[in-house]
Nanobody, 122 residues
Framework: QVQLVESGGGLVQAGGSLRLSCTAS??????VGWFRQAPGKEREFVAH????????YHANSVKGRFAISRDNAENSVSLQMNSLKPEDTAVYSC?????????????????WGQGTQVTVSS
C-alpha cells in the first residue's frame, strides 16, 4: 500500500513563494503529478514529472512560476511555487501516475495524498 503525504502549504502574500513536498512510503514511486482544487471549482492539473525527472510538464497557468522536481533517494517530489497569485489559492494534492499517454487528467492517477492548503492573499 502506497501512502502519499503532502506538506509545505500555508498562507503567503501575493508575489511570495512556497515549496510543497510530496513524500511517498510503501514503495518507490515513478511518475507523479500535482493537482489543485479551489472551492467551487474542478480539480486542475498543475505539473507532472517522470521517474527520471525529464520530461516534466507544467500547466500553462503556472508555467514560468512553478517548477516540479524530484529526489528519488528521498522518494519525494517537490513543487516550487514562485510569484504566487491569489488565483493560486487551492488545496494542492499529489498522486501517482497510472500510465498512458495523457498526464493532465486526474483519472490517470491513483494513490492520492490528503492535500495541503495554499492560500495567497492580495
Amino acid at each position: 500500500q502506497v501512502q502519499l503525504v503532502e506538506s509545505g502549504g500555508g498562507l503567503v502574500q501575493a508575489g511570495g513563494s512556497l515549496r510543497l513536498s510530496c513524500t511517498a512510503s510503501g514503495r518507490a514511486v515513478r511518475s507523479v503529478g500535482w493537482f489543485r482544487q479551489a472551492p467551487g471549482k474542478e480539480r486542475e492539473f498543475v505539473a507532472h514529472i517522470t521517474w527520471s525527472g525529464s520530461p516534466a510538464y507544467h500547466a500553462n497557468s503556472v508555467k514560468g512560476r512553478f517548477a516540479i522536481s524530484r529526489d528519488n533517494a528521498e522518494n519525494s517530489v517537490s513543487l516550487q511555487m514562485n510569484s504566487l497569485k491569489p488565483e493560486d489559492t487551492a488545496v494542492y494534492s499529489c498522486a501517482i501516475y497510472s500510465g498512458g499517454s495523457v498526464y493532465d487528467l486526474g483519472r490517470r492517477y491513483q494513490y492520492w495524498g490528503q492535500g495541503t492548503q495554499v492560500t495567497v492573499s492580495s
